[in-house]
């Protein structure tokens, strides 16, 4: 079945680490996008790229970094200088870079310890 | 930010009973409104979209019901299941990148 992976489910860290959630799509999407869900609050959007190499940042950016090597891959990185890292974190996929259909996947729950 | 207001925050509804949840937006340049429905440890899902040049779509259990004039549509579900109990989101906007969310809706259906 086609769909998007992220891994890891669960995942902690200690304040000053950086760490990276995968996100892997198998769905032949051409945009890939990431948002942070937070509690009583809506999805809000990080980062997106609508081909390989190329990535826009999105609503709330700072202290997240990207990559988009390949067009199935689009792994976030939390870096230490996101202020207040703790939350779930939703990757997401759309047909082509114009389409409003969002498929998500199951997300990854980062504490920061 | 252009902003989405949802409401109510939490829901509680007996089997059989009608759930409604609202969203109010502010950008009249918004021609796609989706909603999203989400299970406890899952990614959202969409479950129903609407354009604005229609005031009402249907799917199942499942109406949007859109007002233009007011900037509001809600989401109505008919006969609603313990299996309903579920977040449900609205979004208000044009491509996936312009898509902005409302604060979300925890639905409880009680057997």
């Known amino acids: 079945d086609g769909g998007i992976t992220q891994s890891p489910k669960y995942l902690f860290r200690k304040e000053g680490q950086n760490v990276t959630l995968s996100c892997e799509q198998n769905?032949?999407?051409?945009?890939m996008y990431w948002y942070r869900q937070d509690p009583g609050q809506g999805l809000r959007l990080i980062y997106y790229?609508?081909?390989?190499?190329?990535?826009q940042k999105g609503d709330i950016a700072e202290g997240y970094s990207v990559s988009r090597e390949k067009k199935e891959s689009f792994p976030l990185t939390v870096t230490s200088a996101q202020k207040n890292p703790t939350a779930f974190y939703l990757c997401?996929?759309?047909?082509?870079?114009?389409?409003?259909?969002?498929?998500f996947g199951a997300g990854s729950r980062l504490t920061v310890l | 930010q252009q902003q989405v207001k949802q409401s109510p925050q939490s829901l509680i509804v007996q089997k059989g009973g009608i759930s409604i949840i609202n969203c109010a937006y502010e950008n009249t340049a918004f021609d796609y409104f989706p909603w999203y429905q989400q299970f406890p440890g899952k990614g959202p899902a969409l479950l129903i979209a609407?354009?604005?040049?229609?005031s009402e779509k249907k799917e199942g259990r499942f109406t949007i019901s859109f007002n233009k004039s007011a900037k509001q549509f809600s989401l109505h579900i008919m006969d609603s299941q313990p299996g309903d109990s579920a977040t449900y989101f609205c979004a208000a906007g044009g491509s996936a990148r312009q898509l902005t969310f409302g604060s979300g809706t925890q639905l409880t259906v009680l057997p």
């Open positions: 790229s609508q081909i390989v190499n190329d990535f």
């Open positions: 769905l032949n999407h051409d945009a």
């Open positions: 997401a996929s759309t047909s082509y870079s114009g389409a409003n259909v969002l498929t």
């Open positions: 609407i354009r604005p040049d229609v």
